[in-house]
């Protein structure tokens, strides 16, 4: 196969469509995440309901762990970054990144709506877990981050109820435009 660009002689074509794959869905996490969102006032800390869950569930389905992890970890963590949030960065990288790892890895061995939803609930225990041991760490206080996580389900069930009324379409277009 000739080329005729030097972008594609360095990557080639699958390497450039993965990484354009990629970064789009690092940009509508972000997206999702930064302008889909509202802020509890139940949190003692200030949590926040946002639908960055949304894009991140559906590219780590639709295109594996690497892309899901690269979602959540840079889409939300760009998020903290830029916004009042920013100490919550560095745990956002690792916790959310691990959620579209993990989602994303469950999606590639396991076909299947059931399948799905299972791998959403194991991110539903990621982000529980993870950010309850983020605030313990933020905010030294052991009691505190239960509150944080009536939001944190209301956050990942609303977005696995979204994810599973658009994903079998989405699966459909995937694969008419990047047969297997």
Not at 41 to 58: D, K, Q, S, T, W
Not at 102 to 109: A, D, T
Not at 135 to 142: D, F, K, L, M, S
């Amino acid at each position: 196969m000739k080329t005729n660009s030097v972008t594609e002689k360095t990557f080639g074509r699958e390497q450039i469509i993965r990484i354009v794959i990629a970064a789009i869905a690092i940009a509508l996490t972000y997206v999702f995440t930064a302008f889909v969102n509202i802020t509890l006032p139940i949190a003692i800390n200030g949590g926040l309901i946002h639908l960055g869950n949304v894009p991140l569930f559906l590219f780590a389905i639709l295109f594996g762990k690497k892309v899901g992890a690269l979602a959540g970890g840079i889409g939300m963590g760009l998020f903290d970054l830029l916004s009042p949030w920013a100490i919550w960065a560095p745990f956002t990288l690792v916790i959310v990144g691990l959620m579209g790892f993990v989602v994303g890895l469950i999606s590639e061995k396991k076909k299947g709506f059931g399948w799905s939803v299972f791998a959403m609930l194991m991110a539903l225990i990621i982000k529980i877990v993870g950010y309850y041991f983020a605030e313990v760490i933020i905010y030294g206080n052991w009691v505190a981050p239960f509150t944080s996580i009536p939001g944190n389900i209301i956050q990942v069930f609303v977005a696995a109820v979204i994810v599973m009324i658009v994903i079998e379409p989405l699966k459909k277009a995937k694969n008419s435009l990047m047969p297997q």
